[in-house]
């Protein structure tokens, strides 16, 4: 078994709204036109409000924490530059994940794989020590286990696959909205969906069986 | 339908994406089918852990470090210069390979172009020689630049060990029929072009210490008859000059032909 040091972030205490989650959230359209006079408070704004979206597609579609930080800055700096383009009449969730899915195509052709450190290197070098805090540490680890396995088997998967699945059942998109995000019609994306989950499910059943 | 098939459907089923029919018919597989039954309590599983790799606890400071870097990019004014459009493209094989495709359609037009844009006036002056050629022409190489080609066939055939002591009439043979071009004063004053042109250039045009004993003039070249007074001690009788024009002005193949028919050496 092995799992990555950045899976262990997931199993840290949820602080990713940070200083900003008490913040009233404001008009996007407020916000962009702000931005775009060069309100950098009012962009800083605008990423609170989406970062998460845009981060969890990212490292969902690459598989590295690195890779799809850098993805997310890339995107936020792409919506920064293009906001004079947005269309206030449509809605702009779809229109970043489309800018997202576009960033990490380019990423993903340049990035290296990343190594892989085993579950078993963690348990002794004490890393999975400090993540424990007040949870049960073999439960945590094994649904830690669990969702690795399963981004793992996202790897496995075509690119178009991936994109598919990943907004349809992670993100938990309609599959009208991803097939227009992915410029496909919505048979295509129900046929790489439907694909999609039965290659993770065997995945995972093989990885759980090869378990010693 | 196989199971491998209705599996296929079950995936879609298990999340609402087949339509009502559809859904009644996956059900009522399901039913009978026990093999696809277990098939889908597991999908629905490995589903649910699917799912919740989009409600994963991440730490602040993944995002307080992305807002940091975004901010100070902008701050900086860094971000206009990464964002250029040109070093994703760069980096893009799909529009490295439109770029390369267009530039070489674009050579290649070119290259298709050109002669197609020589052999307009050319054909319309094939029988006057390059000494009848406009000084300015829209559609073509000028009369000096055609000069400029026959003074460097001319120095090229000068090299030639030939021996000519007189050029002869200059025929043109054209889709086997064979034209007759009566002399003119053009060839000579293109002749004394020629000669200008291969001076300054260092090298005169005709016979040169070390090489052959005469050279071709380019009164030759335009298809007319001219005694170049070269090499008077050369053979007799006077050969004939046979001169192919083709297509391309650039290219005329040239025979020294004996009047009883033979080739010269």
Not at chain 1, 41 to 69: C, K, M, N, W, Y
Not at chain 2, 12 to 29: A, I, M, T
Request: with cysteine; net charge positive.
């Amino acid at each position: 078994m092995t799992v990555r040091p950045e899976e262990l972030i997931f199993m840290m205490v949820d602080s990713d709204l940070g200083a900003h989650r008490g913040t009233q959230v404001q008009d996007l359209a407020e916000l962009f036109q702000k931005a775009r006079a060069g309100d950098v408070s009012a962009f800083r704004e605008v990423i609170v409000q989406h970062q998460r979206q845009v981060f969890i597609t990212a490292l969902r579609l690459l598989g590295s924490l690195d890779v799809a930080q850098d993805a997310t800055q890339e995107v936020f700096l792409r919506l920064h530059k293009y906001l004079h383009r947005y269309d206030s009449a449509r809605k702009f969730s779809p229109w970043l994940y489309q800018m997202t899915v576009n960033v990490c195509r380019d990423l993903n052709r340049r990035r290296e794989r990343h190594s892989m450190l085993s579950l078993e290197e963690l348990r002794q070098n004490g890393e999975s020590a400090e993540l424990a805090g007040s949870v049960d540490l073999e439960s945590a680890l094994g649904r830690a286990e669990e969702r690795h396995i399963l981004a793992e088997a996202l790897k496995i998967l075509p690119q178009r696959e991936r994109e598919a699945l990943v907004l349809r059942d992670i993100q938990g998109l309609p599959t009208r909205q991803v097939a227009h995000i992915l410029g496909s019609s919505e048979a295509t994306i129900r046929s790489q969906v439907s694909s999609a989950r039965v290659k993770i499910k065997k995945f995972a059943e093989r990885f759980l069986k090869e378990k010693p | 339908m196989s199971c491998e098939n209705w599996r296929k459907q079950v995936a879609l089923f298990l999340e609402g994406d087949v339509s009502g029919r559809k859904s009644n018919q996956v059900e009522k597989h399901l039913d009978i089918c026990p093999a696809c039954r277990r098939f889908a309590h597991e999908l629905s599983q490995s589903q649910t852990v699917l799912k919740s790799l989009g409600h994963e606890a991440i730490d602040g400071k993944v995002f307080q470090a992305i807002q940091d870097r975004v901010i100070g990019e902008l701050a900086s004014g860094k971000a206009a210069a990464s964002q250029r459009w040109w070093p994703s493209i760069a980096w893009n094989w799909g529009w490295t390979g439109v770029v390369t495709l267009g530039l070489l359609l674009l050579l290649g037009g070119l290259a298709f172009w050109r002669p197609f844009r020589e052999t307009q006036p050319v054909s319309n002056n094939r029988l006057a020689g390059p000494a009848a050629l406009p000084e300015k022409n829209s559609n073509g190489p000028t009369a000096t630049e055609v000069r400029n080609r026959a003074a460097a066939s001319s120095r090229e055939f000068a090299r030639a060990p030939t021996v000519i002591e007189k050029a002869g009439t200059v025929q043109k043979h054209r889709l086997g029929k064979t034209l007759r071009k009566p002399p003119d004063r053009s060839a000579e004053s293109t002749v004394s072009t020629a000669e200008k042109l291969s001076s300054e250039n260092g090298r005169p045009v005709g016979p040169q210490p070390g090489e052959g004993k005469a050279s071709l003039e380019v009164a030759q070249v335009g298809s007319q008859e001219v005694k170049t007074g070269i090499n008077p001690e050369a053979a007799v009788p006077e050969p004939l000059v046979i001169k192919l024009v083709t297509d391309d002005p650039g290219i005329v193949i040239v025979w020294l032909v004996d009047q009883n028919g033979g080739l010269r050496k």
